[in-house]
């Protein structure tokens, strides 16, 4: 069975500072993805990673994946209010899926001025 | 293109009632997921559908629970006899597949209460 385990699951960082969010599964992975969620609201995609070493970015939020380590991180840097949010990584199974995201708890972030 | 519509947006209904959720995957999307959020916590898979079949529902609780996704009309969540246990948010999302590039696209999201 795929697990997928997130930590930390709370984060108060304040503006400006650095900060990694990290995700470890389990099993071997189809795809790796990054979700952010707002209260009340639904999940917005950020990044899709496919293969090792595989990096992305966008402003300030830089993706990255290690598949023999079974492990991505979320990296923020100079965090800004707006960032506040809940973080999901969600995988996909190599085999025997279909296409099923399985989730993470969430990180639950706030930046604070 | 209009995204994935979901509703009711928010359902209030007394222990023992049945709630009937509805999803109307995005245009030219054959695949509907439903994946259920508890306070706090991820989202966990329950079932996945194409047109007018049940592909897999290793997610779903084996009683009280039951999903359709009719030739014409939206996908259809329902639940028989709510308990508390089954306040969470409800959540589907649509594909046009299920291996990468394609992506599932996720709904607003229904917010059910049983009080």
């Known amino acids: 069975e795929l697990k997928v385990e997130q930590n930390p699951l709370f984060l108060s960082m304040q503006e400006g500072k650095n900060y990694t969010i990290y995700c470890n599964y389990s099993t071997t992975s189809d795809r790796l993805y990054w979700y952010r969620q707002d209260p009340g609201k639904s999940l917005e995609s950020l990044f899709v990673l496919l293969s090792n070493g595989a990096v992305k970015q966008e402003g300030r939020l830089m993706a990255s994946l290690d598949t023999k380590a079974r492990l991505s991180t979320l990296h923020i840097t100079a965090a800004v209010h707006d960032l506040s949010a809940t973080y999901f990584c969600?995988?996909?199974?190599?085999?025997?899926?279909?296409?099923?995201?399985?989730f993470g708890k969430g990180t639950k972030l706030s930046v604070k001025p | 293109n209009a995204g994935v519509m979901q509703n009711p947006r928010h359902l209030v209904r007394r222990r023992g009632q049945e709630a009937r959720l509805r999803c109307s995957p995005m245009k030219g999307h054959s695949h509907v997921y439903w994946y259920r959020q508890l306070p706090e916590e991820g989202l966990k898979f329950m079932v996945y559908l194409q047109k007018e079949n049940i592909i897999d529902e290793s997610g779903m609780p084996k009683e009280r629970f039951s999903a359709e996704f009719p030739k014409e009309g939206p996908s259809i969540l329902r639940i028989q006899q709510v308990v508390r246990g089954d306040s969470a948010a409800y959540f589907c999302?649509?594909?046009?597949?299920?291996?990468?590039?394609?992506?599932?696209?996720f709904g607003p999201g229904t917010r059910l209460t049983v009080t």
């Open positions: 969600a995988v996909v199974l190599t085999r025997g899926s279909q296409g099923n995201l399985i």
């Open positions: 999302a649509s594909s046009q597949g299920i291996t990468y590039p394609y992506e599932q696209y």
